[in-house]
Nanobody, 123 residues
């Protein structure tokens, strides 16, 4: 079983940067790709960014492309660097992991989820 814990959220003003981290623990028999999703109040959880097991392939939602960068220091640590934050980036950000090595953008492909960390961007 894989456990995920996010950190780094907070209240910031528009235009600044924030870095989210995801710590992985537990044992998994498979290589796993990882991703970030977010959920704003009253909206469905949406894809933000994803990274393959090796870290060599990444994908981004169009809304964050060029501003956010997903990275993977090792198999146990993943980060999301968020620059030039906008009010519409506000939401709870979730770290998630699949059970395969390929980058995934669909929420249905993710088996393990963290509890989420709140990001609030004031305009």
């Amino acid at each position: 079983q894989v456990q995920l814990v996010e950190s780094g959220g907070g209240l910031v003003q528009a235009g600044v940067s924030l870095r989210l981290s995801c710590q992985v623990s537990g044992r998994s028999s498979n290589a796993y790709s990882m991703g970030w999703f977010r959920q704003a109040p009253g909206k469905e959880r949406e894809f933000v960014a994803a990274i393959s097991w090796s870290g060599g392939t990444t994908r981004y939602a169009d809304s964050v492309k060029g501003r956010f960068t997903i990275s993977r220091a090792n198999v146990m640590n993943m980060s999301l660097q968020m620059n030039n934050l906008k009010a519409e980036d506000t939401g709870v950000y979730y770290c998630a992991a699949t059970d395969n090595s390929f980058v995934q953008t669909s929420r249905a492909r993710y088996l393990y989820w963290g509890q989420g960390t709140q990001v609030t961007v004031s305009s």
